[in-house]
């Protein structure tokens, strides 16, 4: 077995930008109701009984304590034409959500994104402390699909399946 026994900064952004991920904007909601939200690639399924997924927020991300607080989340799953929400949810906008006709989940009341691909409403299952992120496993409360093709991430750049 190869085991790195130190790994830089570089290599370890390197190897995982080579694997293609799907592209979320994860949502959750303050005290008062108010949306928050950014863009995640670090989400994937976990199981099926019961329907649990996983997302990973930096112990940076602005969203952290309002989810810890509400203890729910949404994850909607970006289209092929949807670079720009993903943008907008990883840049320094005041508020992210200006502008967007969002609806409310009905079990959390966390945004969901219009014409997005797919949405998943979750409460907090289990939560773990990893590094410098918080893993959050969620039970899925209430979730949808529309049409259309995945927006992708991939070696820094936004993908698109092939037809
Ligand atoms: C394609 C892409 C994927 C990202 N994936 C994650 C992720 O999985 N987890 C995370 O915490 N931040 C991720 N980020 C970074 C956050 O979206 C970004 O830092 C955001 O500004 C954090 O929200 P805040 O500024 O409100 O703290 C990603 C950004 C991009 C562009």
């Given at each position: 077995m190869v085991r790195a026994v130190s790994l830089s900064d570089e290599q370890f952004r390197a190897v995982m930008g080579s694997f293609a991920a799907g592209v979320t904007v994860v949502t959750t909601r303050d005290a008062g109701g108010r949306p928050l939200g950014l863009t995640v690639t670090a989400f994937c399924s976990v199981s099926a009984a019961p329907p649990l997924c996983l997302v990973c927020l930096s112990h940076?991300?602005?969203?952290l304590d309002a989810l810890c607080d509400s203890g729910v989340f949404a994850v909607n799953l970006l289209s092929q034409d949807q670079a720009e929400l993903s943008r907008r949810f990883a840049?320094?906008?005041?508020?992210?959500?200006?502008g967007l006709e969002i609806e409310r989940g009905p079990e959390t009341g966390c945004a969901l994104l219009p014409e997005a691909l797919g949405w998943l409403e979750c409460r907090v299952w289990q939560r773990h402390p990893a590094g410098d992120h918080e893993v959050f496993i969620g039970e899925l409360l209430s979730a949808g699909t529309r049409p259309g093709q995945p927006l992708a991430y991939f070696r820094g750049r936004y993908a698109m399946l092939a037809p």
């Open positions: 940076g991300a602005s969203a840049g320094d906008e005041a508020d992210r959500f200006q």
